[in-house]
């Protein structure tokens, strides 16, 4: 590794650079660029960063590995800048993130980054994602998409959906409820005037998956259709799969009967969440309770993966458990974002002491709370309707509209440039 990009000889041009505050804090990626890039990168500071790209010497540079903690959230609009700068020159931009807010997250990617791994790098990512930007452009058939009524606005990685998956680490836990709400207020969050977001819900419980009765939506034999084939899956038939609520929000809804959760697998998974992710700005999957062969799919494929729990031992038990086995497994922990749903009031002062004892024992950050919304949750999950139209005025439906709010406030910029 050299310590300045410049001062890589010119026998050996530099093809990548990590961009960080502090280099000496990503050691694991120092490792990682050395064995993937050899001595052929260069490290640079954020001020160095926005210097070097618009320099002859960065017409060589593949990639950039931009490096972020959380004390490099008040520099975002640097940030912005320097995956700007690089696009521009097309430089390919790999994010590299450890413990950021999903709203920060959320925003760098909107600014146009190419791949995001989490910080601590899990084994081999890094070299995947130099793979996956080194592999072939998109052939004429993925740009014809682009002119078809559904395709979404836009080309290229820099606007691919935003995943978000939603699971409920104990029964009973709100996570429909909360990926079926989410939804729902990200398809509205745009202002008058501006072009809402399109917005997609993947009910990939296949066995007890419940949004089409949160929605009063049919399930249709499409759906089963789809899922056993997805090898010869287009974009007429996952569209045919697909059922519209209120004009605003498209669904895939469980199947009509109950089927073996073993009946997809990893790469029909990856499929369709990235078939999902071409037509729609977001993408919010219900994930079944039970761990399977392809949660490690949608866990790598997510931008955050919401894993929601109560204030009760057995989500404590139940948190445990996950935690070991995903860092067991070297699976991305970092992507993990718990919601406590039913969380004690403001004023419960017993209640809040209880959560930041449950958070320390852990050894985890509880990043949303989620106040009890009482009935009006069951009655409008009866009526097939999201809190927003059955009860404006709940508690749990404003904190989960601020939440879509927060997600959606930095693309806004983006979307206008597309339209």
Known sequence: MTS??????????ILACTVSRDVKNFDLLVEDMETAMGETWGDLGFDDALAFLDQPEAETLEFIALAVDADDEENLAMLGQIITSAKANRIKVILIAEDISPTAL???????ADEFVPYPLPENELQAAIDRLRAPAPTAHAEADESAPSARRGSGPSREGVVL??????????CTTFAVNLAWELSQVAKKGETPPKVCLLDLDLQYGATATYLDLPRREAVLELLGDTESMDDESFQAALIGYEDALQVLTAPPDMIPLDLIGSEDVSRIIEIARHHFDYVVIDMPHTLVQWTETALSQAQVYFAMIELDMRSAQNTLRFKRLLQSEDMPFDKIRFVLNRAPKFTDLNGKSRVK???????????????????????????????????????????????????????????????
Not at 7 to 13: I, L
Not at 165 to 174: F, P
Not at 385 to 399: C, D, F, M, T, V
């Open 357 to 419: 004892r449950m958070a320390e024992s852990l050894g985890i950050s509880i990043e949303l709370l989620l106040p009890d919304g009482g009935r009006p949750v069951t009655q409008g999950a009866d009526h097939g309707q999201p809190l927003a139209l059955s009860a404006g005025k709940n508690p749990l439906r404003k904190e989960i509209a601020k939440l879509a709010q927060s997600l959606h406030e930095f693309g806004q910029s983006d979307a206008e440039e597309a339209a």
């Open 106 to 112: 959320h925003q760098l990617l909107r600014q146009g």
């Open 4 to 13: 300045n990009a410049q001062m890589v000889p010119e026998a050996s041009p």
């Open 165 to 174: 998956a939603v699971h409920g680490i104990a029964g009973g836990s709100g």
